[in-house]
Structure formats: C-alpha cells, structure tokens
C-alpha cells in the first residue's frame, strides 16, 4: 500500500499569503510557483513521502537512493531542489545529510489548494 503525505491539523505560519480572491503580489506569487515546480517532478513527490513516511519523522540520504533506483549525486540534486522550495530541511551529521519535511511549508501549500479549490465553481 503507497504511504501518504500526512495532513496536520495545525495553526502554522504561512510562508505565502493564501489564495482568497484577493492577486498575489509577485513575491509571494514566485515563491508558491517555486514550491510547486520542485513538487512537479515524480521523483520529489516520491522522496517527500518516502521523508514523511519515516517512524522517525527524518531520512538520511542514503536512504533514499535505493527506493527511487537513482545515484546518490542524483538524489542529492532532487533534495537540493526541496531544500531551497523550503520543503524539506536540511541537517548535516558528519558525511550524511539527514531530511525532515517542513510541515508549515505543505501547510500553506494545502491551505492554498483548499482555498483554490472552493473558489473554483
């Protein structure tokens, strides 16, 4: 059975301004654009998953590689993009890189996509 991103039930800080009728400004507009363009790979939705599905809550990039059937340096690209959409974050233990989700940031993104959702007709 295919894990599942969790969906929290939590007040968070959101990184961009939630869409409720009211234009983006360009910041706010090119970072959203930002998250959702490192999220339009089928290998990043995997790897988020793959983070999220953890019991710890955390993965460490080496393992990672062996799920997605892709080279380490490979992998290392793809977290680097979730990295810098604010994603995921980033925590070097000697020659490893451990990743953890950033719950607040696919909360805007959810908060987002809900509130797109009710206004579509």
């Not at 930002?34 to 993965?59: C, N, W, Y």
């Not at 980033?90 to 940031?105: L, N, P």
Request: hydrophobic letters at 40%; charged letters at 15%; aromatic letters at 4%.
């Amino acid at each position: 059975m295919p894990n599942t991103l969790p969906f929290i039930h939590e007040e968070v800080v959101v990184c961009c301004s939630p869409v409720t009728g009211v234009a983006f400004d360009v910041e706010g507009a090119e970072r959203l654009a930002h998250m959702f363009k490192a999220l339009g790979d089928p290998t990043r939705v995997r790897l988020l998953s793959l983070i999220a599905s953890q019991p710890t809550g955390e993965a460490c990039i080496c393992d990672l590689t062996e799920p997605v059937g892709l080279s380490q340096p490979t992998v290392s690209h793809h977290m680097k993009q979730l990295v810098d959409a604010g994603l995921v974050i980033r925590e070097q233990r000697g020659k490893w890189a451990f990743y953890q989700v950033a719950d607040s940031t696919l909360n805007a993104l959810s908060q987002s996509l809900l509130t797109t959702a009710r206004l579509t007709p």
